[in-house]
Antibody, heavy 117, light 111 residues
């Protein structure tokens, strides 16, 4: 079964850091771009970042540039999102998703990040 | 404000047909980038509904169809059913932002 499972969310103070992980199974992970998408409470979807199959290209939404870093480990079938200097507006459910020709065809269940003092 | 503009809400009676628009610009839809559509049921992760403007993944009923013209795209849902009540999002790539963008989402209510 094709599956993505996120972990690492939690409560963090403003200015703090958190590392999200996404474990993939059921498909050849190293063949796909991977993305992170977030959804603030009661709001719409926002694309956050994506990474090429070999990790050589990475792109970010402007609001997280310089604070978030996407990475992957193809040997572990995992993609990560390192989040530093967190702000209240980063509070959201974070989803990882498989990128197939631009469309996100497989999604995880999401992990919740809450930034609050 | 989202880069892609969707109506906040649409509604229709069971069996009817509704359309959801997604309006972009010359740096995204108008530049020829594909549009994808997602359905998000309450409390669940989004699900890919239409990819590459008009293609349905396996398992998606043919009641759902997508189209694209100029700087806009549309999702049509025919034969509305109660279980179609959900939030719907369009997505494309924007060259000026060098990344993907989503519409603000449309809440579909089945009357």
């Amino acid at each position: 079964e094709v599956q993505l499972v996120e972990s690492g969310g939690g409560l963090v103070q403003p200015g703090g850091s958190l590392r999200l992980s996404c474990a993939a199974s059921g498909f050849t992970f190293s063949s796909y771009w991977m993305s992170w998408v977030r959804q603030a409470p009661g709001k719409g979807l926002e694309w956050v970042a994506n990474i090429k199959q070999d990790g050589s290209e990475k792109y970010y939404v402007d609001s997280v540039k310089g604070r978030f870093t996407i990475s992957r480990d193809n040997a572990k079938n995992s993609v990560y999102l390192q989040m530093n200097s967190l702000r209240a507006e980063d509070t959201a459910v974070y989803y990882c998703a498989r990128d197939r020709l631009g469309g996100l065809d497989v999604w995880g269940q999401g992990t919740t990040v809450t930034v609050s003092s | 404000q989202s880069v892609l503009t969707q109506p906040p809400s649409v509604s229709g009676a069971p069996g009817q047909r509704v359309t959801i628009s997604c309006t972009g610009s010359s740096s995204n839809i108008g530049a020829g980038y594909d549009v994808h559509w997602y359905q998000q049921l309450p409390g669940t992760a989004p699900k890919l509904l239409i990819y590459g403007n008009s293609n349905r993944p396996s398992g998606v009923p043919d009641r759902f169809s997508g189209s694209k013209s100029g700087t806009s795209a549309s999702l049509a849902i025919s034969g509305l059913q109660a279980e179609d009540e959900a939030d719907y999002y369009c997505q494309s790539y924007d060259s000026s932002l060098s990344g993907s963008v989503f519409g603000g989402g449309t809440k579909l209510t089945v009357l």
